[in-house]
């Protein structure tokens, strides 16, 4: 069984250009979850979706968006890239069904590795 | 939701020995989970302590909870090279968000 894709890998964009980031998650999996983790600091949590709709969204400017499909795979995007968004952006997937197994435990994927010149 | 905070920052240890990290956290939680991320990869789950658990076991690694304290240690006994890796703690409210720390940067040396 596949476990969470991302796409692209890698990515090199210049400051104001826009990016879109993919993600698919485990199947079964309803929610995915979007993380920034910029070198040598700890992840922080963008977005998260549950059956299509936003359940949560941390501290991030409005240049920050995400949505998640029928298929629950989910997209992020973010407008007006600048130097500072370069980053680790990580998905992951959960089962969210509260007391079953696994419940509220993350599986992520690889990331992607997002830099603006 | 809430962030846990890992100490220490760093550590290096010699191969065979233990090592211990150290979160803490601010308000109520229903279970605690810890994550180790290998140089500039995903997060994999390592374990889960429920708030009404004491401590709990997985192999080498083993997690205490202390709830009146606010805070939760994972020792990683007889530890080897390949251990070698970030680790976070992740407290989980009443939210379904988990947050992370900046976490324990590992060393374990052969």
């Known amino acids: 069984d596949a476990g969470v894709t991302q796409s692209p890998t890698h990515l090199i964009k210049t400051r104001g250009q826009h990016v879109t980031l993919r993600c698919s998650p485990i199947?079964?999996?309803?929610?995915v979850s979007w993380y920034q983790q910029v070198l040598g600091q700890g992840p922080q949590f963008i977005f998260q979706?549950?059956?299509?709709?936003?359940?949560g969204r941390g501290n991030f400017p409005d240049r920050f968006s995400a949505r998640q499909f029928p298929n629950y795979s989910s997209e992020l995007n973010v407008n007006a890239l600048l130097l500072g968004d370069s980053a680790l952006y990580l998905c992951?997937?959960?089962?969210?069904?509260?007391?079953?197994?696994?419940?509220?435990?993350?599986?992520f994927g690889a990331g992607s590795r997002l830099t603006v010149l | 939701s809430q962030q846990g905070e890992e100490d220490p920052q760093a550590l290096s240890i010699q191969e065979g020995e233990n090592a211990t990290m150290n979160c803490s956290y601010k308000?109520?939680?229903?279970?605690l989970q810890w994550y180790r991320q290998n140089s500039g990869r995903g997060l994999v789950h390592l374990i889960l302590?429920?708030?009404?658990?004491r401590e709990k076991h997985s192999g080498r690694l083993r997690v205490t909870l202390d709830t009146s304290k606010k805070s939760s240690s994972l020792l990683i006994t007889a530890s080897r090279a390949a251990d070698t890796a970030s680790y976070f703690c992740?407290?989980?409210?009443?939210?379904?968000?988990?947050?992370f720390g900046g976490g324990t940067r590992l060393m374990v040396k052969p």
């Open positions: 979706y549950y059956e299509k709709e936003e359940r």
């Open positions: 302590i429920r708030s009404n658990e």
């Open positions: 992740a407290p989980r409210g009443a939210g379904n968000m988990l947050t």
């Open positions: 992951a997937s959960s089962s969210m069904k509260e007391g079953g197994p696994g419940a509220n435990v993350l599986t």
């Open positions: 199947s079964g999996h309803k929610s």
């Open positions: 308000t109520s939680i229903n279970n």
